[in-house]
T-cell receptor, first 113, second 112 residues
Framework: KAGVTQTPRYLIKTRGQQVTLSCSPI?????VSWYQQTPGQGLQFLFE???????NKGNFPGRFSGRQFSNSRSEMNVSTLELGDSALYLC????????????FGPGTRLTVT | GQQVMQIPQYQHVQEGEDFTTYCNSS?????IQWYKQRPGGHPVFLIQ?????EVKKQKRLTFQFGEAKKNSSLHITATQTTDVGTYFC????????????FGEGTQLTVNP
């Protein structure tokens, strides 16, 4: 079956702009999580969605938000971009949450200039 | 909040040598998962451990979960160049409100 897809794969934005990233989970998976990966901070948990509801949230400012649609596809939005937001943003899908293995997408590489 | 620490941060080995990475959590975990990320790639699930003292093997890889469910290790026997990558542990805390906290990872390089 098809894996997790993320679009776009690469993005260059300017400070102050906003960006929306998209994630399509594996068919049948209801949980989608988002992570920020940077060389210095590793993989940081942003939030998890399950059946269109945000179930858990990491320690990120309110500029980072997300949502999940009825078909389990998820979007992540970052407003008022800062240079420090440059990172690889990964989404992961699983059947029902963190007691199940996570399938990661290829990520979106965001560069903020 | 829950913290997961992983050591070493880097490990360079000659092909054929063994490799071990260790993972320690500040809180008790309900389960621990291990992932491998190749250079330029994304994390790929390797295994999940749930039971106290559990040991699982996958060919040359051996995974252990500590008796107190606060630490874990991954051991690779006779490394090969295909083992190159960063190995992450990720813990789901029993009281963390259900989130997966990743260790910083151990970057393994294997010299042929």
């Amino acid at each position: 079956k098809a894996g997790v897809t993320q679009t776009p794969r690469y993005l260059i934005k300017t400070r102050g702009q906003q960006v929306t990233l998209s994630c399509s989970p594996i068919s049948g998976h209801r949980s989608v999580s988002w992570y920020q990966q940077t060389p210095g901070q590793g993989l940081q948990f942003l939030f998890e969605y399950f059946s269109e509801t945000q179930r858990n949230k990491g320690n990120f400012p309110g500029r980072f938000s997300g949502r999940q649609f009825s078909n389990s596809r998820s979007e992540m939005n970052v407003s008022t971009l800062e240079l420090g937001d440059s990172a690889l943003y990964l989404c992961a899908s699983s059947l029902a949450g963190f007691t199940y293995e996570q399938y990661f997408g290829p990520g979106t590489r965001l560069t903020v200039t | 909040g829950q913290q997961v620490m992983q050591i070493p941060q880097y490990q360079h080995v000659q092909e054929g040598e063994d490799f071990t990475t260790y993972c320690n959590s500040s809180t008790t975990l309900s389960n621990i998962q291990w992932y491998k990320q190749r250079p330029g790639g994304h994390p790929v699930f390797l295994i999940q451990l749930v039971k106290s003292g559990e040991v699982k093997k996958q060919k040359r890889l051996t995974f252990q979960f500590g008796e107190a469910k606060k630490n874990s290790s991954l051991h690779i026997t006779a490394t090969q160049t295909t083992d190159v990558g960063t190995y992450f542990c990720a813990g789901d805390g029993e009281t963390s409100g259900s989130r997966l906290t990743f260790g910083e990872g151990t970057q393994l390089t294997v010299n042929p």
